[in-house]
């Protein structure tokens, strides 16, 4: 099926650096999840986005809906060792029905 | 939020078997929704599970290897067929709860791990 753009695949960083990550559609979306999934365990939802050019924060994450509407980013601060996992967004558009993207594998050295 | 429960979570099966998931939430909801995870991969849409008709089935996914059930708003059940080592993949149950200001969100179940030997 159809699928977004994440960027990047996999990401080793530093304990305490910043992380960003982002998604990209060549279609126009109105909402915008991005999820958090760890080995053996069913996604969990970090921050919902409803309209273009919301920031919305949860804790240390923060989120943007992209301005074109055909974008999302992800940006986690201070990064510890439990961000480890794998970070997918979601889109839709007017439908309940959401397209995952391919998920941004995230590792922390501590 | 919505609570979601999956049974079993994890089982092995042999091929040829067939294995019936079930989704349970705590509240009544508006969609609920299958998808496949492979290992390593992103999540695949199978189908939505529609209350009281057949289910809607997301191209190359078909009823006689995914049947699927939803006899009320807070119950579904996911069966796979006639399995083959090629349907090793998690199974995750999804809602979008369809009240409140925030209706579009979906929420996921932990997720059934199979294994066709």
């Known amino acids: 099926g159809q699928q977004l753009n994440q960027s990047p695949q996999s990401m080793f960083i530093q304990e305490g650096e910043d992380v960003s990550m982002n998604c990209t559609s060549s279609s126009i979306f109105n909402t915008w999840l991005w999820y958090k999934q760890d080995p053996g365990e069913g996604p969990v939802l970090l921050i919902a986005l409803y309209k273009a050019g919301e920031l919305t924060s949860n804790g240390r994450l923060t989120a943007q809906f992209g301005i074109t509407r055909k974008d999302s980013f992800l940006n986690i601060s201070a990064s510890i060792p439990s961000d480890v996992g794998i970070y997918f967004c979601?889109?839709?558009?007017?439908?309940?029905?959401?397209?995952f993207g391919t998920g941004t594998r995230l590792k922390v050295l501590a | 939020s919505a609570v979601i429960s999956q049974k079993p979570s994890r089982d092995i099966c042999q091929r040829g078997t067939s294995l019936t998931i079930q989704c349970q939430v705590d509240?009544?909801?508006?969609?609920m929704f299958w998808y496949r995870q492979q290992p390593g991969q992103s999540l695949t849409l199978i189908a939505t599970?529609?209350?009281?008709?057949?289910?809607?089935?997301e191209s190359g996914f078909v009823i006689d290897k995914f049947p699927i059930s939803r006899p009320n708003l807070t119950f579904s059940t996911l069966t796979v067929s006639n399995m083959s080592p090629e349907d090793s993949s998690i199974y995750l149950c999804?809602?979008?709860?369809?009240?409140?200001?925030?209706?579009?969100?979906?929420?996921f179940g932990p997720g059934t791990r199979l294994l066709v030997l």
């Open positions: 599970a529609n209350q009281g008709s057949e289910a809607t089935y």
């Open positions: 979601a889109g839709a558009s007017g439908t309940y029905k959401y397209i």
């Open positions: 509240s009544q909801v508006t969609m």
């Open positions: 999804s809602v979008v709860p369809g009240q409140g200001l925030r209706q579009e969100t979906q929420y």
